[in-house]
């Protein structure tokens, strides 16, 4: 079957972008159940606060700049494919954000690697830390369905459709977003 999409794939920069964003995420969600003060909360608290800047980046960028051209595919396939998209870029923002607030609602201040401290902007208040933290379970917790859905996306055009989109991830295109 032919390239429907050669012409409009990915810059050689969102492929670089995609992948290293896919490693932190998954970095980030195998050390959300770190015990206090071990190597893996740190990798997930101060780790997941610099991380957290570039991918809220990925998201504004990708908003901004827009996706390349979608192949034509049955209605259902089409939705199941822009809700697994959009879901991987509301909760990435949702849980950087709520990450952020994780311990400033409890009237600490965040703590990067020991070497530098931001101030809380707000008093402590249990009862909001514990909604910021369900949220924050909850958004990332979603990323394993969505995972799920989005690599089966891809086999399917791998290995069933056979159109190139798969491909995309890996060969940058001329023109690309």
Do not use: C
Not at 26 to 40: D, I, K, N, P, Y
Not at 78 to 99: C, K, M, R
């Amino acid at each position: 079957m032919s390239d429907p999409v050669q012409a409009d794939g990915y810059s050689r920069r969102s492929i670089a972008v995609h992948w290293l964003t896919a490693i932190f995420v998954v970095v980030l969600f195998f050390t959300h159940e770190a015990a206090r003060g071990s190597l893996g909360n740190i990798v997930h608290v101060s780790g997941g606060a610099v991380v957290g800047l570039f991918l809220l980046w990925r998201v504004w960028h990708r908003a901004r700049r827009g996706m390349p051209l979608r192949p034509h595919q049955p209605f259902i396939i089409d939705v199941a494919s822009q809700v697994v998209l959009w879901g991987f870029l509301a909760t990435i923002v949702v849980v950087v954000i709520s990450g952020y607030f994780l311990p400033w609602s409890l009237g600490r201040q965040f703590d990067l690697f020991g070497l530098v401290y931001i101030p809380t902007p707000m008093a402590a208040n249990p009862a909001v830390h514990e909604f910021i933290e369900e949220v924050h379970d909850i958004a990332g917790h979603l990323f394993v369905p969505l995972l799920a859905l989005h690599l089966l996306g891809a086999a399917k055009h791998a290995f069933i459709d056979k159109d190139g989109i798969a491909r995309r991830m890996f060969k940058p295109a001329k023109v690309g977003r």
